[in-house]
């Protein structure tokens, strides 16, 4: 599970990103695949519900993947050489040709880092032919390069596999690959016979469950136990969610397992619960701990299920905090929370997670001028005008955006709801696209499996704010690691991925930072301090009307050219009135490519931070108290004399909880100089420090009851580790 922030890294083993949508993984094989007479290439062989990937051990050399739409062919039996040359007959030597090829051998009998002596073609084995096979390079990672193939490859199963029968050890090995061979032979003859994925898949599950479920039993009484679907950033899992009487809930995974996920819980260890929506349902459930940064997030697929788990398990949990949206607003509009903490949480009541890229957590764009020489932070003209969408923000954007609305409106026989911009500003393709660099194979999922075309990379944050405020592009705001100054690592070219060259002729590579920024670091600091800004403070609750407010819907939405296509909304989608898989599955699609408006959360204009003395703490004087707030909570910006060129070096790295004020740590201390106190830290901290930064605050206060309320605190607990 992708923890808050935490930077992803290209997996090179075989996972769920290379799938097709929806494709789910069913088991693997190890096997080793024929390369001469004596000589093989140690792997496993992965059966998909849409094609079968070969993975290589030694992760420089390329995954294949078989298409079963390809007309795959499987062959069982005890092969040996013999049999392939009687098979393949003159073609042998063409077919040893082309594996070396696909792996770029040069002399098979040398590289024996890649290969083994085996004697691939002795024992039960698979014959696989095919008319095409996509080439996945993983030294470095790049997309898929489909050749033309008719050609056979020899898998012979190893052991090693996952003993189904207990027997003697002189027949154990012997069984074990009988097993494993046949299993694997009669997956694979009843997922290409199969007409209807989606069956096949509910099968499984059930299968799985049903056997789990009957084991689960024979150890002792089930308190409650379901099917469901551990959600990911970029995966699902289907498993199952069961609760004994050891007062532990686990979370076993069943299918689509493409690394280890089991978890598990105490019940006392379970700090705060939500309802989750998915598809605009109410199926799913966030679990928030005390002892971990990640959240856990289980779909059970129907809301009467999620609602009997959620109301048992609130019943149960004696460690459950109540947080209030209305003491957050609170603590926030009376300066004692940061605007970075402030918007972490409304994302969370609004059922947006880490855990889900349909529903990713979603930032504004506050800086407006990437051209200049010099960042200007007390200047108005560095920031955007926080009051439009972005789709509005220029004059020109802003006139096209009412055409928009005024055309589809006065459309004699509307076939949709008229809108301002069709896509949600924060969507699966916003999300994959910041995160190109990292998990680059997301990318080519969606977009036929390759990087380009070069203008639709992310190359530079000044071309992408042009692009969006000139050009046709969508309009996408940001996500939060865009403000986390550790993980720049996200917008670097650190694995060497090929994505060619730009309209102006120069290689892409890292991301671009604007012209004010010594680098990437610097870049995302300053950001970062944009956002905490006396300006940005004093606008953010027009944002936040915008995006969660009352400018969401209806008249004031038309007002704002604030309005997104129908399939955005909530009120505008109903599953039940859709009959057919094949129009359920359609407008899935069009939910989740366009993007979802985030629940409301206020229904009147949200009140404006107050960063200096505008309430009087009760008992105290209305002059101690303005004195006291002018000099304790007005955030005023002052940069740096020089950018350090160093800055990579020295950025805070540890937990800096008990000096670093953004923690908000204590709520009475809030530095008057925001970017000279963050500077002089990362000037004194030292590199080797633990990789953790926890935005938090451990104490909301609330002044209409003048004392400290720490029971209702919820830390969001940031992990920032790499590990």
């Not at 300066?335 to 880490?354: G, Q, T, V």
Request: contains cysteine.
């Amino acid at each position: 599970m992708l923890s808050e922030f935490e930077v992803p890294k290209p997996n090179l083993e075989f996972n769920q990103i290379i799938l097709e949508p929806d494709e789910v993984f069913i088991e693997g094989l190890r096997v080793t695949l024929h390369l001469t007479s004596d000589r093989s290439m140690p792997g496993i062989l992965n059966l998909c519900s849409r094609s079968v990937i070969f993975q290589p051990k030694n992760e420089k050399l390329p995954l294949l993947k078989f298409k079963m739409c390809d007309n795959l062919h499987l062959k069982s039996g005890k092969f040996t050489p013999d049999y392939l040359l009687s098979e393949v007959g003159a073609r042998y030597e063409e077919f040893l040709a082309n594996v070396r090829r696909i792996f770029k051998i040069q002399d098979a009998f040398t590289r024996k880092e890649e290969m083994s002596n085996s004697g691939a073609g002795k024992g039960l084995s698979f014959f696989l032919r095919t008319k095409k096979v996509s080439i996945y390079e993983r030294s470095p990672p790049a997309p898929f390069s489909v050749e033309m193939f008719t050609g056979y490859f020899l898998f012979k199963v190893e052991t090693g596999n996952r003993p189904k029968l207990q027997s003697p050890s002189s027949h154990r090995d012997l069984e074990e690959m009988l097993y494993a061979h046949t299993q694997f032979e009669k997956m694979f003859e009843r997922v290409q016979k199969c007409e209807d994925e989606e069956k096949l898949i509910e099968e499984l599950v059930e299968e799985r469950f049903g056997t789990y479920k009957a084991k689960q039993k024979a150890r002792g009484p089930i308190t409650l136990m379901y099917s469901c679907k551990i959600i990911e950033t970029f995966e699902k899992f289907y498993g199952a969610i069961v609760l004994k009487e050891s007062k532990k809930l686990i979370f076993k995974p069943l299918l689509n397992v493409t690394k280890d996920v089991k978890k598990s819980i105490n019940l006392r260890d379970i700090k705060f619960m939500m309802l989750y929506e998915f598809y605009y349902k109410k199926t799913g459930i966030e679990f928030f701990t005390y002892d971990s940064a990640q959240s856990i997030l289980i779909d059970f697929g129907n809301e009467k299920t999620a609602e009997k788990v959620y109301k048992y398990l609130k019943d149960n949990c004696n460690e459950l905090i109540d947080i209030q949206l209305d003491v957050l607003t609170k603590t926030w509009t009376n300066n004692l929370m940061s605007n970075f903490d402030y918007l972490m949480h409304l994302n969370r009541f609004s059922n947006r997670s880490f855990n889900d890229i349909a529903r990713y957590p979603i930032f504004p764009w506050v800086i407006s001028d990437y051209f200049s020489d010099e960042f200007r932070p007390n200047s108005k003209n560095q920031y955007r005008d926080l009051t439009k969408p972005l789709h509005a923000l220029a004059k020109a954007r802003e006139s096209k955006a009412k055409d928009n609305y005024v055309t589809s409106e006065k459309d004699p026989v509307p076939i949709r709801k008229p809108f301002h911009c069709s896509m949600f500003p924060s969507n699966p393709g916003a999300v994959v696209y910041f995160y190109t660099r990292s998990v680059p194979f997301l990318i080519t999922k969606l977009q036929s499996e390759a990087f380009g075309p070069t203008d639709r990379i992310f190359k530079s944050f000044e071309s992408l704010w042009s692009q969006m405020n000139t050009g046709h592009m969508n309009f996408i705001e940001l996500i939060p690691e865009m403000y986390v100054v550790n993980k720049a690592d996200v917008l670097k070219n650190k694995y060497g991925l090929e994505f060619g060259t730009g309209t102006d002729g120069e290689e892409i590579s890292d991301v671009g930072h604007a012209r004010w920024a010594a680098n990437l670091q610097d870049f995302m600091f300053k950001v970062r301090a944009g956002l905490e800004s006396e300006h940005c403070s004093l606008h953010l609750h027009e944002w936040i009307d915008n995006i969660f407010g009352v400018n969401q819907r209806g008249v004031n939405a038309k007002e704002k050219f604030n309005v997104y296509s129908e399939e955005c909304y909530k009120e505008n989608v109903n599953f039940n009135n859709v009959k057919s898989k094949m129009k359920v599955h359609a407008l899935k699609m069009q939910v989740h490519q366009y993007g979802q408006v985030p629940a409301q959360l206020f229904e009147f204009g949200h009140p404006k931070k107050k960063i200096k003395a505008q309430f009087v703490e009760p008992g105290r004087k209305e002059s101690e108290e303005a004195n006291s707030y002018n000099n304790n909570y007005v955030v005023k910006l002052a940069l740096p004399d020089a950018a350090d060129s160093n800055l990579e070096n020295k950025l805070p790295m540890g937990d800096q909880s008990s000096n670093f004020d953004m923690n908000m740590q204590d709520t009475k201390r809030y530095s008057t100089d925001l970017l000279d106190r963050l500077n002089a830290l990362r000037k004194n901290l030292e590199p080797s420090q633990s990789h953790h930064f926890e935005a938090n605050f451990d104490h909301v206060y609330d002044p209409d009851e003048n004392e400290v309320a720490s029971d209702l605190m919820f830390n969001s607990e940031l992990d920032l580790n790499d590990d």
